[in-house]
């Protein structure tokens, strides 16, 4: 049996897979599509496409994802994450603000009853709706870190996998909406320190 004295493990990306780690009680480092096809009906999002333009489908089904929430509860985030540092395994990585995540956050696993193809920017898929940021909507994600601190640069690294949608509104400042659905939430911008 292994022990772990403090609440803290890196997360390590493996092919296939989503790996969640940092400020957590349970490590995890293999969830595969049966694994979040697994979690709870009332995390489950049976069209993303609804909440977010850029997942949206013209044919082959609706894509299906997990709330952030979810995975939040899956491995027992402690209350000192204010960040959740995602990483792709083409090496793009950025940090999003926990509370903005927690709310709106789905990760992406399937369309229809199939896993998600590299096409739709599968295994697993990041989106965030109402966030105008790169980290809105990021392809082929392979790590899932809650950690107290931000990425301290992300400059050098790729951009996602995935520009943005047409017909997505974007801008700067509170209130802006990342796409023209009139449903989509409204986040304000995280507070500069």
């Known amino acids: 049996m292994f022990w772990i004295n403090r609440p803290y493990r890196h997360a390590q990306a493996n092919p296939g897979r989503l790996a969640l780690g940092g400020i957590i009680e349970r490590p995890n480092f293999g ?48 209350e000192e994450a204010a960040f959740l540092n995602i990483q792709n395994h083409e090496g793009f990585a950025a940090s999003v603000w926990r509370r903005e995540a927690e709310a709106l956050a789905i990760v992406c696993y399937a369309r229809g009853d199939e896993p998600l193809s590299a096409a739709d920017g599968g295994p697993f898929r990041l989106v965030v709706p109402g966030l105008s940021a790169a980290a809105r909507d990021v392809w ?23 520009p943005r949608e047409p017909g997505e509104v974007t801008g700067v400042g ?18 500069s320190r």
């Open 140 to 162: 082929n994600l392979s790590t899932i870190e809650f950690s107290a601190n931000a990425l301290a640069d992300s400059k050098g690294l790729l951009s996602p996998a995935k």
């Open 31 to 78: 969830l595969s599509f049966d694994d979040l096809a697994a979690l709870e009906e009332r995390h489950q999002v049976k069209n993303v496409g609804a909440y977010a333009a850029c997942a949206r489908t013209a044919a082959g089904g609706a894509i299906r994802g997990v709330r952030i929430k979810a995975l939040i509860e899956l491995v027992g985030m402690h």
């Open 174 to 191: 509170a209130g802006v909406v990342a796409n023209s659905d009139p449903r989509t939430l409204v986040v304000p911008p995280p507070v």
